[in-house]
């Protein structure tokens, strides 16, 4: 199945725009811009594979910046929290080029904890998309409102009581 031109420029637009989705609890301010520009970059090749027919989903990146945030708010259990440094581990040594630590660098994931990354990779896609489609939606709507306040205001008025 081929994507129309517009769902394609849209998805190329929301690669920059769409915002990065955090835990609640007020810490998506405190994201570093190394990762902002992290996540932008590998939206960017997800984008461009979607584009040969694969699924598109979240990023590393992504991943990252969610567990981060919902780090700072809540403790998280063993599973979470050896994702959280798994793709802490991947997305550091790619865009930073250093690597993580020996004592808290997590290389590999059993095939449960690899099924939950995939889970919220995909669920922060759908997040994404959502938020951009809701976001299109009420721009759109404005628009319709705008324009017949607008050709009301032109109306002459026959009668006045």
Known sequence: MSKTSDAMISDLVGTFTDPIIVYPGGWGDT????LKEAITLERLEV???ASNNDEPTG???EACAYLYTAGLTA???HDWSQIYLYVATQT???HKGSQVPDDIRVKSLTDYQMGEL???KLWL???RIKGRQEKDRAERRQVREDTAAQKEAEKPMLFKF
């Open 31 to 34: 994201l570093p811009d190394w």
């Open 47 to 49: 984008n461009i594979k």
């Open 59 to 61: 990023t590393n990146a």
């Open 75 to 77: 403790p998280m259990d």
């Open 92 to 94: 550091y040594a790619r």
């Open 118 to 120: 995939s889970r919220l």
């Open 125 to 127: 896609f759908q997040q």
